[in-house]
Nanobody
Framework: QVQLVQSGGGLVQAGGSLSLDCAAS????????LAWFRQAPGREREFVSA???????FYADSVKGRFTISRNNAKATVALQMNSLKPEDTAVYYC???????????????????WGQGTQVTVSS
């Protein structure tokens, strides 16, 4: 069983930056693929970014070049640094984890087994 506890987020003006953190209680954190998803009001939860066991990173086109995902296996944390934020980035952000084999890194909501509690990110125009 993996528990994910999120922190960070908040309110920022367009063009600003925010960071999100997610701490995992997992004995084998280095066996987890990790990801961030977001859900805006009235919309489905969507993929934002993922990082493989080995540190390979993946991004949705909408955030590429602006967001950076990172993991710290020693601290069992995953972070999302968000720069050049836009009003359309406003959503509840969720971290997710899945125990995987080798470098498999899912990017679909249904593939992840463990979820954080969600954190509101609001970008004002």
């Amino acid at each position: 069983q993996v528990q994910l506890v999120q922190s960070g987020g908040g309110l920022v003006q367009a063009g600003g930056s925010l960071s999100l953190d997610c701490a995992a209680s997992a004995r084998a954190f280095n066996r987890l693929a990790l990801a961030w998803f977001r859900q805006a009001p009235g919309r489905e939860r969507e993929f934002v970014s993922a990082i493989s066991r080995g540190g390979s990173t993946f991004y949705a086109d909408s955030v590429k070049g602006r967001f950076t995902i990172s993991r710290n296996n020693a601290k069992a944390t995953v972070a999302l640094q968000m720069n050049s934020l836009k009003p359309e980035d406003t959503a509840v952000y969720y971290c997710a984890a899945k125990s995987v084999i080798l470098s498999y890194t899912p990017r679909q909501v249904l593939e992840y087994d463990y979820w954080g509690q969600g954190t509101q990110v609001t970008v004002s125009s």
